[in-house]
């Protein structure tokens, strides 16, 4: 081997060396205030909403339920008009072909348009594609056609709140407990999907069943 | 003439195991775009094209290979101004993507011209450096007119592995300690000039060497690196929570691979990888030792200094410590022109190692 070979291989063990050390050095005690500032910066836990339980009538019909529901939104991010043609237009293709389109959400404020099942999947496309877009879960409390009312709910942090009626009086009954969970938010503070994890699970709520003297107390 | 049949036997073996160990890091890069991109759940499509990149790459170092090397240094000059010609042509018909004209594009396929003419670069260097009069002086305005058209991109990270790979011909091609000072100095003057140009160089250098000064801005690249690595501890994190990887680091599955590596397999899979690599340079520059033909010997130890410089830069960028600049890491990032490119110093490496053996007489029977 020659004093050249031998001086340039040198110098890249050299540079081995600093490698390894730097490596070290971030994975033991030196990496810890990073790790701290990650943990600060991509961490969030937040709360896992319950479904809210149902309310039947004394004669088995449901008089109230809650069902999942999702809005496709439009965060007002896109400053570029180029990105902002782009994205109406392929909002409009795919879901307001025969609908109105003044109701295409504009950047600016965050607009929301609640999704049928199959649009979901198209929307889930939509959103990988476009950063910009988003899909959030709701729950939306629907009531029987032929039962008796049964009060209201109002949604708070997520969760329906019984407001008045049947609905305020069974609430404790009726809400279930949320759960909690860890999620890592990238960059922009969008859900990284697979970092998702569950602490502790919502249970959800019991199914009340009203008797006729609650339906007295619902007509007074 | 006694050594003649080890000499022959150990060129084929250092060859085959050259190879081998070019298709371990090859295989191991294919895990590593997956690993990145199955978080985004975006690997599919990446994933196909980088295989099908490794594949034609090997196909074309199994052609070069065959190709006698006296062959690819006769025409080494005509390669060296074509490929000079195509890296000039590309503020005119190149494509512009992150702000940098450094792209052909082609239909749905995108290359980048300097990347793939690495190899073109390195022989016209040898042929520079061993069939002209003047040798080094010869090779050194080759060295500055590639340098200076991918400056042009402006691909600030290349053309410093372009500088580093011609300083290490230079330095391989026995040219004198002056001279190799005098082309470092010309080199990092050059540079300057050019971070002089394109203030956000400068930000970044400053940004380095004062991580306070813009940790949002100009050194917030930096910053990730160093958090991914941190992440990644001695084991790395599950795949799925590669965070660093997912949604912070800029282009995890190119120019930020190993950090991303790192996140996902600390220091132990980290330090396998270098392992790897140690092995194979160390094979590279073997096959170099057994070669006597100075044009051989030259073109094959060019040849591995310049991706191992590449290889150092890019890690030393990944643990953020240097300032941070676009660079792939040779057979593992995805990126075809890179991958081909290299491939193909190999190739010509090979080449010579083959023609070096071809050369040596038919050992006598002793009586």
Known sequence: MTRRHKLFLLLAAAALIVIGARHVYLAGPGGNELRREAARIAHFEGELSAIRGRILTADGQVAAWSERCY?????????????????????LKQFFTGGAPERV?????????????????????????????????RWERRHGENT????????????????SGAELRYDAILRGTPGRYTVMLDRRSRWIDSTFRILTPSRPGKDVTLDPADLVKEEE | MGDLPDRKAMLIDRSLLLLLLAVLIQLWGLGA?????????????????QSLWAA??????????????????????????????????????GTRI????????????????????????????????????????????????????????????????????????????????RLL??????GALGMAAVAAAHPYMLRRIASFLNPALDPGGAGWHQHQFAIAAARGGWCGVKGEMAAWSAGFLPLSHNDSIYAAMTEMLGVLGAGLLLFLFAVWFWQWFRLAEICRAP??????????????????????VNLALVPPTGITLPLVSYGGSSMLGTMLMLAISLSAAREERLTLPEPTRRS
């Not at chain 1, 809005?71 to 909002?91: G, K, N, T, Y």
């Not at chain 2, 090997?58 to 070069?64: P, S, Y």
Request: aromatic share 12%.
């Open chain 2, 98 to 177: 992150n702000g940098m004209a450094g792209w052909y594009q082609c239909l749905h396929w995108t290359v980048q011209p300097s990347e793939l003419v690495k190899g073109f670069f390195l022989l016209f260097l040898t042929w520079a450096l061993t069939r002209t009069a003047g040798r080094a002086l010869w090779a050194a305005p080759v060295i500055a007119a590639y340098c200076f058209l991918i400056l042009l991109q402006p691909d600030w990270g290349t053309a410093f592995v372009y500088a580093l790979g011609g300083l290490g011909a230079l330095y391989f091609g026995r040219a004198s300690k």
């Open chain 2, 33 to 49: 775009v997956y690993g990145t991109l199955a978080p985004s759940g975006r690997w599919a499509h990446f994933l196909a094209r």
């Open chain 1, 105 to 137: 959400p504009s950047p600016g404020t965050p607009v929301k348009y609640e999704l049928t099942a199959r649009e979901l999947e198209v929307a889930d496309a939509l959103a990988q594609e476009f950063p910009e877009l988003d899909i959030e879960l």
């Open chain 1, 71 to 91: 809005d496709l939104v439009w965060m007002d991010s896109a400053a570029d008009p180029r990105r902002v043609e782009e994205i109406r237009a392929a909002l």
């Open chain 2, 295 to 316: 044009e051989r010997k030259l073109c094959i130890e060019a040849s591995a200094a310049m991706v191992l410089l590449q290889t150092l830069l890019h890690i030393f």
């Open chain 2, 56 to 93: 034609v790459s090997f196909m074309v170092l199994l052609t070069v290979w065959r190709v006698p090397f006296w062959v690819l240094l006769r025409h080494a000059p005509a390669a060296g101004v074509a490929a000079l010609a195509v890296l000039l042509l590309l503020p005119w018909f």
């Open chain 2, 181 to 186: 000072g005098l082309f470092a100095a010309g």
């Open chain 1, 148 to 163: 008796p009312e049964v009060g209201t709910v109002r949604q708070v942090n997520g969760m329906e709140r019984g407001v």
